[in-house]
């Protein structure tokens, strides 16, 4: 089960939850928090983040698409953050800096992560 929601921009955030419970940091939720005008992820009840403002208030704006959450979630938590953006070329280019070595730290998996 994930979590998504469509941002002003048109592309979108995507968190796979299941891992979130494990996870001691809670990185998202914390960075978010300090983000203007508001956060958008909270922490639930479950130990997973959850939305605060509605779908329709995070797609006019609410969120700023700092990217914090997923930079954050790679480096402290369980790399579960995922983002989508309608940037023409961007596919194609990050395909061309994967295959050369150079894979950014948000597509890469835990283990990845852990031994750069
Ligand atoms: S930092 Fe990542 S793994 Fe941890 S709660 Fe947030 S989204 Fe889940
Ligand atoms: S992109 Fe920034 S404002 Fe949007 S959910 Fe992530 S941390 Fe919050």
Known sequence: MSLEFHLLSGG??????????????????KVCAEQSPGPV???GEDGRPCLKPTLTEIKRGVCTECLGCLLECGIHGNNVVRFQAPLEGLEAYLAEQEAAGRIPIYRQDAKQVEST
């Not at 939850?17 to 939720?29: G, L, Q, Y």
């Open 41 to 43: 992820l909270i922490l």
């Open 12 to 29: 979108s955030i995507t968190i796979h939850t299941p891992e979130c419970p494990s996870c001691e940091s809670k990185a998202c939720v």
